[in-house]
């Protein structure tokens, strides 16, 4: 069963796939201006919270005295994956480009959902009344 977190996660990194596979099937004019709507709302969804989950993920998962350097490594990930993107559509051929883009967006959320664990516990349910929201019985 998949929970909170997870979903979460696997919600906005899958946003991420629909522009491109949006280019893959047709590169038409009409398909540029689709791709350009779907990539705001794509960015507006996932753009800034990827890289805020996956620091909170980090913090739930990995022990205090490791966090500073996980952290160092998720940076240098991020950095290095707009490198390796720009090297790769400079001597990808253009038709390959946005295939390759979309296996590699497919690829991360199939990982997340496979090999990274829930970290929210649920709470155990307890049935609590406020006292000031008590019934009071007269008489």
């Given at each position: ?23 893959a099937w047709n590169q038409s004019e009409e398909f540029v ?58 001597f990808l051929p253009q038709n390959y480009i946005f295939v ?40």
């Open positions: 069963m998949i929970m909170v977190a997870n979903l979460f996660l696997l919600l906005t990194m899958s946003t991420a796939i629909f522009p491109f596979a949006l280019l201006y689709a791709y350009y709507v779907l990539r705001t709302i794509s960015y507006i969804i996932s753009k800034g919270s990827i890289f805020c989950i996956s620091v909170a993920y980090v913090a739930d998962v990995v022990n205090e005295n490791k966090r500073a350097a996980v952290f160092g490594w998720i940076t240098g990930l991020f950095s290095a994956s707009h490198v390796v993107g720009n090297v790769l559509a400079r390759v883009s979309i296996a590699l967006l497919i690829f991360c959320p199939v990982y997340m959902q496979f090999f990274l664990v829930e970290t929210v516990k649920l709470a155990p349910r307890k049935n609590q009344e406020l006292g000031f929201c008590s019934k009071v019985s007269c008489c």
